[in-house]
């Protein structure tokens, strides 16, 4: 009885020192191997499929097919003696609903994502992101205040990816015998995991990483050879931090952080918005940064991606203020702009008085001219049309979605957020298309005129803000309106959504309300409106998103007209711009579609355009980067 109890731990032996061996081969370290693992006890609680998931093998009695199949691969099968065997038939069987038996060598890099430890003396699967397990393993870990409600169990979450797909192939390939020294397999988690390791505080930028991730997924497993680019990309060219100081009109000294990161410009010189504002920070610079870099290859135009500004707050600050702010900015900047360099356009906080004064220091540091610097009603701006185009656009985008179901803006109730110079705008061309606006809002509430609003009160508006007085005014002159306080209008019934505010503006629950009150397609005015669990629940509701990587590509188009040498040295009329703009929002549409077609996605699908203008833009900027190698 001794001698082949003493074999079975040899063989046993060997087997670990195999699985070790193979695991080294991988650069991985493999804990509890050959270790029947409890993992999760208990019916189910975390993911009612656990228990039929095919990625965690059953217990050790009903697997021996899988046993028998995998001592076979490694050559070390081998068989108990017959009093053992009877021996064994008269013990009773410890069942387990979840076991894992052990670490094989074709599951190494899959699990990879994921790690074995003792907890309150129980072994559990723990995330390698998050560092938890079960219900403590959320979405995104360093996410925004609405992913505490969105949580979900490890293993659901590796169901929901990739991995899990390449687990069940790598498993299938196992049991033809395919032996794989080297198997492919799908980083997109670990792409991930080290941008969360390299700047676990950047929320904004790791929140648009997933974003893009999520939707590139297809795209790596069909070539693996994108996961270095997605890697490269990642990692902005060039992050400018730098100190702004200045003097007030009581001539006293404050002091600012300015930024500017240029992204990539793979496809051309950089291009991007300067953003004023307190919340301003490196993370938005770069999250910003990465969008405008998607959004400009989606174009029909090819530019490189920038995003920069400062936490300086222009609101309530005299002109004098806002100038001396500026040209202590562009003291620092001045040598980073030009034609060939980087493009500064406007963006949240900087408007016609604030590129004025930026363009004016740099010209004066820089000696020379060029209308690189874009501001309405200045005469060395490119278009007549500057300000128009990014809301303008926003409009075209949802007239060519509607007009693929048949339908049309006419009649249809519009939500808008915001009031600045992109809500304005889009309020303008919805009334132009018969469409009825009944929204806008700023940082304080919402207004609501169920009667809708035509161009006089959109002129109106306008004079408001102009003069820095709060929307509540507005209902002082029209009875039928009303201003609400610290309150979003997606409870408002309506067919279309127009998010033009800031990032993140849509939550979990206001997710629910948007689609509680009817509304069918959400168009991204601002880059990232939604936070990740706001998208679960709109996809789920199948509310059609038009992303602003493509929908808010019409700021791009006037850009790339203005840099023209011809469109300077000519007065554009509205019916011409809007002609050129329209055609270009086309093109865009269709880029878009036709990437989501060739991946997989319906037309139909709400995440068709989501996926498609990402799919599309990063194969172009790849592209590049490739044909330029690695620098």
Same mark, same amino acid.
């Not at 052990?102 to 599951?107: L, Q, Y």
């Not at 693996?224 to 003097?247: C, Q």
């Given at each position: 009885?001794?001698?082949?109890?003493?074999?079975?731990?040899?063989?046993?032996?060997?087997?670990?020192?195999?699985?070790?061996?193979?695991?080294?081969?991988?650069? @991985?370290?493999?804990?509890?191997?050959?270790?029947?693992?409890? @993992?999760?006890?208990?019916?189910?609680?975390?993911?009612?499929?656990?228990?039929? !998931?095919?990625?965690?093998?059953?217990?050790?009695?009903?697997?021996? &097919?899988?046993?028998?199949?995998?001592?076979?691969?490694?050559?070390?099968?081998?068989?108990?003696?017959?009093?053992?065997?009877?021996?064994?038939?008269?013990?009773?069987?410890?069942?387990?609903?979840?076991?894992?038996? /052990?670490? %094989?060598?074709?599951?190494?890099?899959? $699990?990879?994502?994921?790690?074995?430890?003792?907890? *309150?003396?129980?072994? +559990?699967?723990?995330?390698?992101?998050? +560092?938890?397990?079960?219900?403590?393993? +959320?979405?995104?870990? $360093?996410?925004?205040?609405?992913?505490?409600?969105?949580?979900?169990?490890?293993?659901?979450?590796?169901?929901?990816?990739?991995? =899990?797909?390449?687990?069940? /192939?790598?498993?299938?390939?196992?049991?033809?015998?395919?032996?794989?020294?080297?198997?492919?397999?799908?980083?997109?988690?670990?792409?991930?995991? &080290?941008?969360?390791?390299?700047?676990?505080?950047?929320?904004?930028?790791?929140?648009?990483?997933?974003?893009?991730?999520?939707?590139?997924?297809?795209?790596?497993?069909?070539? #693996?050879?994108?996961?270095?680019?997605?890697?490269?990309?990642?990692?902005?060219?060039?992050?400018?931090?730098?100190?702004?100081?200045?003097?007030?009109?009581?001539?006293?000294? =404050?002091?600012?952080?300015?930024?500017r990161v240029h992204y990539n410009q793979s496809l051309g010189p950089c291009r991007g918005g300067i953003r004023f504002h307190p919340?301003?920070?490196?993370?938005? !610079?770069?999250?910003?940064?990465?969008?405008?870099?998607?959004?400009?290859?989606?174009?029909?135009?090819?530019?490189?991606?920038?995003?920069?500004?400062?936490?300086?707050?222009?609101?309530?600050?005299? *002109?004098?203020?806002?100038?001396?702010?500026?040209?202590?900015?562009?003291?620092?900047?001045?040598?980073?702009?030009?034609?060939?360099? *980087?493009?500064?356009?406007?963006?949240?906080?900087?408007?016609?008085?604030?590129?004025?004064?930026?363009?004016?220091?740099?010209?004066?540091?820089?000696?020379?001219?060029?209308?690189?610097?874009?501001?309405?009603?200045?005469?060395?701006?490119?278009?007549?049309?500057?300000?128009?185009?990014?809301?303008?656009? @926003?409009?075209?985008? &949802?007239?060519?979605?509607?007009?693929?179901?048949?339908?049309?803006?006419?009649?249809? %109730?519009?939500?808008?957020?915001? #009031?600045?110079?992109?809500?304005?705008?889009?309020?303008?061309? @919805?009334?132009?298309?018969?469409?009825?606006?009944?929204?806008?809002?700023?940082? /304080?509430?919402?207004?609501?005129?169920?009667?809708?609003?035509?161009?006089?009160?959109?002129?109106?508006?306008?004079?408001?803000?102009?003069?820095?007085?709060?929307?509540?005014?507005?209902?002082?002159?029209?009875? +039928?309106?009303?201003? $609400?306080?610290?309150?979003?209008?997606?409870?408002?019934?309506? *067919?279309?959504?127009?998010?033009?505010?800031?990032?993140?503006?849509?939550?979990?629950?206001?997710a629910i309300n948007l689609v509680n009150s009817g509304c069918r397609m959400l168009v991204e005015g601002s880059s990232m409106p939604?936070?990740?669990?706001?998208?679960?629940?709109?996809?789920?509701?199948?509310?059609?998103?038009?992303?602003?990587? !493509?929908?808010?590509?019409?700021?791009?188009?006037?850009?790339?007209?203005?840099?023209?040498?011809?469109?300077?040295?000519?007065?554009?009329?509205?019916?011409?711009?809007?002609?050129?703009?329209?055609?270009?929002?086309?093109?865009?549409?269709?880029?878009?579609?036709?990437?989501? #077609?060739?991946?997989? $996605?319906?037309?139909?699908?709400?995440?068709?355009l989501v996926h498609g203008a990402v799919i599309s833009a990063f194969l172009t900027v790849a592209q590049a980067m490739t044909d330029?190698?690695?620098?």
């Open positions: 009885m001794l001698l082949p109890a003493t074999g079975v731990g040899m063989n046993s032996a060997m087997d670990d020192m195999n699985l070790i061996q193979q695991a080294q081969r991988h650069h @991985l370290v493999v804990r509890e191997i050959g270790e029947e693992i409890d @993992l999760e006890i208990g019916p189910g609680d975390d993911d009612p499929s656990f228990g039929n !998931a095919t990625l965690i093998g059953a217990s050790p009695r009903e697997s021996s &097919a899988e046993e028998h199949g995998e001592s076979k691969q490694m050559g070390m099968g081998t068989q108990l003696p017959n009093d053992d065997q009877d021996m064994s038939k008269t013990q009773p069987v410890k069942r387990k609903k979840k076991v894992v038996k /052990r670490w %094989r060598e074709e599951w190494a890099d899959t $699990y990879k994502w994921a790690y074995v430890d003792v907890k *309150d003396g129980t072994a +559990r699967i723990f995330c390698s992101v998050c +560092r938890e397990y079960g219900r403590k393993h +959320r979405r995104n870990p $360093y996410g925004n205040e609405g992913s505490r409600n969105m949580q979900m169990s490890a293993l659901e979450e590796h169901n929901n990816s990739l991995l =899990h797909k390449e687990a069940l /192939r790598l498993q299938m390939a196992s049991k033809d015998k395919i032996i794989v020294d080297k198997p492919i397999y799908v980083k997109a988690g670990s792409i991930v995991e &080290a941008v969360l390791k390299r700047d676990p505080h950047e929320v904004e930028f790791i929140q648009s990483v997933q974003e893009a991730v999520h939707a590139l997924e297809r795209v790596i497993a069909k070539n #693996s050879h994108y996961v270095n680019i997605m890697e490269r990309l990642l990692e902005p060219e060039r992050m400018i931090v730098f100190r702004v100081p200045w003097v007030d009109d009581r001539g006293e000294t =404050h002091v600012n952080r300015g930024f919340s301003m920070n490196l993370s938005i !610079a770069k999250f910003l940064g990465f969008e405008q870099t998607l959004k400009n290859a989606l174009s029909p135009y090819k530019l490189g991606g920038a995003a920069g500004g400062s936490d300086f707050d222009p609101k309530g600050k005299s *002109d004098n203020e806002v100038m001396r702010f500026c040209q202590s900015y562009m003291n620092e900047m001045y040598r980073y702009f030009g034609p060939d360099k *980087d493009l500064p356009s406007e963006e949240m906080g900087v408007g016609t008085r604030e590129m004025g004064y930026l363009f004016g220091q740099y010209r004066r540091l820089a000696g020379h001219f060029q209308g690189s610097f874009t501001g309405p009603r200045i005469f060395w701006s490119g278009s007549s049309l500057r300000t128009e185009a990014t809301g303008y656009g @926003l409009v075209f985008f &949802a007239q060519l979605v509607l007009a693929d179901m048949n339908k049309e803006l006419k009649g249809l %109730r519009c939500v808008i957020t915001g #009031s600045g110079k992109i809500a304005l705008h889009v309020l303008e061309k @919805l009334i132009a298309y018969g469409a009825l606006p009944i929204t806008v809002s700023d940082s /304080r509430g919402y207004l609501v005129d169920e009667d809708g609003f035509d161009y006089m009160k959109v002129s109106f508006l306008r004079d408001i803000k102009a003069q820095q007085r709060s929307l509540r005014d507005y209902s002082k002159t029209y009875a +039928r309106s009303k201003y $609400y306080d610290e309150a979003k209008p997606w409870n408002e019934r309506c *067919d279309i959504a127009f998010a033009c505010a800031s990032q993140n503006e849509i939550g979990q629950s206001d939604c936070t990740p669990e706001a998208v679960d629940v709109l996809r789920k509701a199948n509310v059609l998103i038009a992303p602003a990587m !493509a929908a808010g590509a019409g700021g791009v188009v006037a850009g790339e007209l203005e840099l023209n040498h011809q469109c300077n040295l000519m007065h554009w009329s509205p019916e011409d711009f809007e002609s050129k703009l329209q055609e270009a929002m086309k093109q865009t549409y269709q880029r878009a579609i036709k990437a989501a #077609s060739d991946f997989g $996605y319906q037309k139909e699908s709400p995440e068709a330029q190698g690695c620098v």
